[in-house]
């Protein structure tokens, strides 16, 4: 009798196993490809998210009867995300000067972990969605993750320190999975 979430291999490709083989558990792999697939959208969105920028402009106001400007030249702010190189901001700057002020993280390292942040977070992101180094990356992003914990545990943010408890345990869950992953370029790493 077979579960519909397991598969036996053929007993005739398993020297020494006898006739039950080993069993592909197929919910544990596409639980682990779930889970590695939206840490890997999140990572890499996040890293993204650290090139982009709000920059006001100023428009004319549409009248919402004509759909042309408004005759009185009334202009309006509005705020337009943009997203270059130059715009590059791995700790906000409202952290960053938090971090300024505490005299436990070193100036040095605090440079060194924003200019690392946002591509390490791509990096990390990009391989576990195709699937190259996930064991490897997913314990990149848990020292990232630790490394943010620190942090917002010296500048007194606990509900950061949750929210990053929460990716914590979703990286956790996806090594606990790691043997069941299926769809990858490196399985070992």
């Known amino acids: 009798m077979t579960n519909t979430a397991e ?3 053929p007993a005739s490709r398993d020297v020494g196993l006898g006739d039950t083989g ?9 639980a682990y490809l779930v889970l590695r697939l939206w840490l890997g959208v999140r990572a890499l969105f996040i890293g993204i998210e650290k090139f982009s920028s709000y920059k006001s402009v100023a ?9 042309q400007p ?33 005299p436990f993280v070193p100036k040095f390292a605090l440079v060194a972990f924003d200019k690392m942040l946002g591509p390490a977070f791509i990096l990390t992101g990009v391989m576990l969605l195709i699937g190259l180094g996930t064991r490897v990356s997913l314990l990149a992003q ?9 942090g917002l545990v010296l ?14 345990g979703l990286v956790a869950a996806a090594l606990l999975l790691a ?5 990858t370029v490196l399985k070992k790493w």
């Open 70 to 102: 408004d005759a009185s030249g009334v202009m309006v702010n509005v705020n337009i995300k943009s997203y270059a190189l130059a715009n590059y901001a791995g700790v906000p700057a409202s952290l960053r000067d938090k971090f300024a002020h505490e």
């Open 142 to 150: 848990a020292l990232i993750y630790i490394a943010l914990t620190v």
């Open 22 to 30: 080993p069993r592909f558990h197929w919910d544990h792999t596409f």
């Open 7 to 9: 598969t036996t291999l």
């Open 155 to 168: 500048i007194d943010q606990p509900d950061g320190v949750a929210y990053l408890g929460i990716h914590i």
């Open 179 to 183: 043997q069941h992953n299926r769809f």
């Open 59 to 67: 428009v004319p106001l549409i009248d919402p009867t004509t759909g």
